[in-house]
């Protein structure tokens, strides 16, 4: 079950290694974003020290972890399309299609080189934290942390299919892309708590799986929160994952077939 998917490990591993200085590049755009944060707290953190205290936490922490959890799980929201995307512009699209897998297991493949990729920037994240900054992370409760970064996975990742399959027909155009890109960060707590913004954009973000996993994190890595004190955010994401898996699955497959219709799979 697992020699295709290293297949596609082996293949992506190959083609990054051959670029040198991409961990490099990689590790100063990390560090880069982590001190643009240190700074925005020193000049404005207190100003809404008031939303953190649920979290224990001052901004710069809070900022800290969910753009670490969120350049993680966002990698299921843009690999599935862009991969999608690279594969049409080389020409090789039709011919994996037709390769004897299914196509769960090559989306899954697909995926897995990026979601493996970011785990580094995970760790580069946590590190400075750290050893940088004098983070604290004695509080984790690990199995909250882990059955969260597991169900925002699978959500993420089927946003990333339904995206990836208006790729697979419009080529360029990915409205869904687009609408969440935009909107996620911003009004989803990755930035600051949402409790600093209006009711209605507060009402708003809780049609998004990311507002759930953000508090989630936030509470299970800080306040070490048991499975059973996050049961709300662990359903809303559990029910997400229910949902958006099959949907974004039959979305796919029906985007493919008329892709196929259309003898359009070579074009990009």
Not at 225 to 246: A, C, D, N, R
Request: charged share 10%; hydrophobic share 55%; with cysteine.
């Amino acid at each position: 079950m697992l020699k295709k998917p290293f297949a596609f490990i082996k293949k992506d591993f190959l083609i990054e290694s051959s670029y040198k200085l991409s961990f490099i590049f990689r590790l100063f755009g990390v560090l880069g974003t982590v001190l643009t944060y240190f700074f925005i707290d020193k000049l404005f953190g207190q100003r809404i020290v008031g939303h953190l205290q649920q979290f224990g936490v001052n901004y710069f922490s809070y900022v800290l972890l969910s753009m670490a959890f969120f350049s993680y799980i966002g990698v299921g929201l843009g690999s599935f399309s862009s991969r999608i995307r690279f594969e049409q512009m080389q020409g090789t699209l039709e011919a994996l299609f037709l390769t004897p897998v299914k196509i769960s297991t090559i989306l899954f493949s697909l995926g897995l080189w990026n979601l493996l990729f970011a785990t580094v920037d995970m760790a580069i994240y946590i590190a400075l934290g750290i050893f940088l900054f004098k983070i604290s992370f004695a509080n984790v409760n690990i199995l909250s942390t882990l059955v969260i970064l597991f169900l925002t996975i699978i959500s993420f990742s089927s946003l990333g299919i339904l995206s990836a399959s208006f790729i697979m027909v419009f080529k360029q155009g990915n409205p869904l892309g687009w609408i969440i890109n935009s909107l996620e960060g911003l009004i989803c707590g990755v930035y600051f708590p949402i409790t600093i913004m209006p009711a209605w954009l507060q009402f708003l973000a809780k049609f998004f799986p990311i507002t759930y996993a953000i508090r989630a994190v936030e509470l299970a890595v800080y306040k070490g929160y048991t499975i059973s004190q996050l049961t709300k955010e662990i359903g809303f994401l559990l029910l997400f994952s229910l949902l958006l898996l099959p949907l974004s699955l039959a979305s796919f497959k029906f985007a493919l077939k008329k892709a196929r219709q259309q003898g359009s799979l070579v074009q990009y």
